[in-house]
């Protein structure tokens, strides 16, 4: 049972997740799998407790049930995302249409629906704090938009635009190959990490919420163009 | 049935919407047989009426204008007996017999002729009659005249009158003719006198009761109609509110009621339906409750099992990767916990997705979908499956794409379950051992098929493998652990599209299992563009 010690002395935690699920034999065995995983990871039982342990412990992930004492966990995610773009996968019971939507419009990058398996968590959290090589010096520009690629920001005319590092993925795959439309199952391959096919509203939300930032009228894109009936591709202007 | 719409489409507008007011109003129909009956009554009892007013009124007559011939008659016959017997010029007898009859005709409103010696042969048409002046001796019918031919009494029949006046105009009216005879002494011929009595006053008596009785005929007609109207409305209007209000309950206006007017039948019939409705709506009230209720349950109980379930898959991994540090038997128990997790896991899964589209909670994500690509995907996601049973999947694609607008997630379950459940009854390594996924599409629709080699279907079971929890053989171990709702799910999957699922088998030769939806969302289907009873198998000719 070495692996429950933690991770050998020469190989530093892989990052710092905190837990927050009102279950607490759940809470307890996440923290346990992703310690045997390499993470570093603290919980959190309470909704209304939540923004003081993001702030004190400042995770690279948060796990978020969205059934909590307390607080909303739509309430908490919003809250995170006010202030922070540190990526957000929501644990979920209802696999139902309209939780999904209403957790990732409330700023989740991706979510899991109880009953999931360990290994399949722990890839998605893996997607989503895998920034470890430093990328090389890279610009690109996608419409009027210019990204640094390394400096991890992206800019109108010199005007900085905040987005989260998932928005911002997205945005650099598609201006990566301007020429090349994205199926909804390539982008979550390539943007989220998955190996098989999963749920694609997750690409629809995430394209609107993108779209809601970059462009000069969401309802008419220039910048993320849809293609119908087959995926997304970069704007020519 | 068709054929009287067939017949009803070629009437003109008018007509069939006053055929279609004639069928739906009771009240139009009413009304209109109770005054076709009425008109007939009224008919016979006024063609009665007027039958007795006219007899009467001519026996009336004729019987007075007899008695006035005879009087005439007999008058002439005493001027005749006291004229003086040596006049025997016959002509001026005739003339001093009928110039008074004349003069007293036409203060009294008669006409007379006198015709010819009987015995002669000779006709009032031959002329030599004498008579009132203007009179058209035709008038008198040939047969009163060849009554006359020999000596006879009084006798009368009914003629036309044609008499023309100054101004030459001829007119004809009805009237009676009297003859009677008269021996002329100077000749001792015998001499016929007609008087000819017009029936004018009688004609107009009878025109009077006439108008009189048709005027008392509409008028009857008219109040019968009404009568039966307003009769019929109060019948017929509470029957109407009734129906509309049991066509608001019909559409889920479950709190409509009919209002309640006295204690009449109608108002307790309105009493009884209210009651009737109440009932409904209470019945109806508790199953909704019951089935919120059920639902609310199932939700509750998935996401309470959701988490500790969750939690246990976890541990059981934990456990499942430290299995070799463990004894054996322990070790085994682990594997154990681990694949028994993943089918309780699959069940409930399964179990809270039929509990969904039971409770209509399932919506539908359309897009346009190339079932071509689906096909594909399935082919590589059930691979480790099929290599493990030792069964190819290959897909036969049309080389075009067959596009339908469908929910992917969803079409890609059921083709899942139908390749899976292909797979699982697939012979491995057989002769067989192939599955065929056949994908086609016009314009109207998309189909998928997929045909196995393996044992196949049992007459009958066709329509039962989609049953929950069915199985083909009771006794059968179960291969790749389905849960037994996969095809329960991929018919509710098709329904949510609008689509058909269908299966065909024949014991030892196989099944094949269709897929077809339609092309735009909501279109109904009409024809797959796959056969569902495989090519490759000759059917008896039915």
Known sequence: ????????????????????????????????????????????????????????????????????????????????????????????????????????????????????????????????????????????????LSIDVAGHSVTRRGVPISLTPLEFDLLVCLARKPWQVFTREVLLEQVWGYRHAADTRLVNVHVQRLRSKVEHDPENPEIVVTVRGVGYKAGNA | MSSGAVAQRSLPAGLRRGLTFWRRSIQARVVASTVVLSAVVVSIVGWFLLQQTREGLLDHRVSAVVAEANNETTDARARLAAAPGTDIDSASQQRDLIEPIIQRGATRGFSVVLAGPVGEG????????ESTLGLDTASVPLSLEQHFDKPAPTAWTYTQIRTTDENGVTRAHPGIVVGSQVKLPSDGGTYTLYYLFPLDEEQETLALVTRALLTAAVLLLVLVAGMTWLVTRQVVTPIRM????????????????????????????????????????????????????????????????????????????????????????????????????????????????????????????????????????????????????????????PGHPCLAEADVRRVERIVRNLVTNAIDHTEPGG?????????????????????????????????????????????????????????SISLEDTHLHGGWLQAWGRPGRGAQFRLTLPRRAGVPLRQSPLPLVPVDTEEPVA
């Not at chain 2, 006709?123 to 030599?128: C, H, L, M, S, V």
């Not at chain 2, 196995?452 to 652990?481: C, I, K, Q, Y």
Request: glycine fraction near 8%; proline fraction near 4%; charge should be negative.
């Open chain 2, 431 to 487: 002769r067989g051992a192939e599955i065929v996924i056949h994908v086609g599409g016009d314009e109207h629709s998309a189909a998928i098929a997929v045909r196995d080699h393996g044992v196949g279907l049992a007459p009958g079971e066709a329509a039962m493998v989609f049953n929950r929890f069915w199985r083909a053989d009771p006794a059968r171990a179960r291969t790749s652990g389905g849960t037994g709702l996969g095809l």
């Open chain 2, 122 to 129: 000779g006709r009032i048409a031959d002329g030599g009659a």
């Open chain 2, 242 to 397: 009734a129906r509309r209000v049991a066509e608001r309950l019909a559409a889920g206006q479950l709190q409509e009621r009919l209002q309640v007017f006295g204690e009449d039948d109608l108002a307790r019939l309105a009493t009884s339906f209210n009651q009737m409705a109440s009932n409904l709506q209470r019945q109806i009230r508790q199953l909704e409750e019951l089935s919120r209720v059920q639902r609310r349950f199932v939700s509750d109980v998935s996401h309470e099992l959701r988490t500790p379930l969750t939690t246990v898959r976890m541990a059981s991994d934990v456990l499942h990767d430290a299995r070799h540090d463990f004894d054996p038997a322990t070790g085994r128990a682990a594997e154990l916990l681990q694949s028994e997790l993943d089918r309780f896991e699959m069940l409930l899964v399964d179990l809270l997705e039929i509990s969904r589209f039971d409770a209509g909670a399932a919506v539908l994500d359309a897009e346009d979908v190339n079932l071509v690509d689906v096909a594909h995907r399935v082919v590589d996601m059930t691979r480790p499956l099929a290599v493990q049973r030792g069964v190819e999947v290959v897909v036969d694609s």
């Open chain 1, 1 to 144: 049972m070495t692996q429950l010690a933690g991770p050998t002395p020469d190989n530093a935690w892989k990052g710092r997740i905190l837990v927050v699920d009102d279950d607490a034999s759940l809470a307890e065995m996440l923290t346990i799998v992703l310690r045997q995983e390499g993470f570093d990871s603290r919980m959190c039982t309470r909704g209304d407790l939540a923004m003081d342990e993001f702030r004190d412990y400042k995770p690279d992930l948060v796990l978020l049930d969205l059934m909590l004492p307390g607080k909303d966990g739509i309430d908490v995610c919003k809250e995170i995302r006010a202030e922070s773009g540190v990526p957000i996968v929501m644990l979920t019971a209802k696999g139902d249409t309209v939780d999904v939507v209403v957790g990732l419009e409330s700023g989740a990058d991706d979510y899991v629906v109880k009953p999931f398996k360990p290994k399949e968590l722990v890839a998605r959290i893996r997607a989503r704090v895998r920034r470890y090589d430093p990328p090389a010096q890279e610009s690109l520009s996608i419409g009027d």
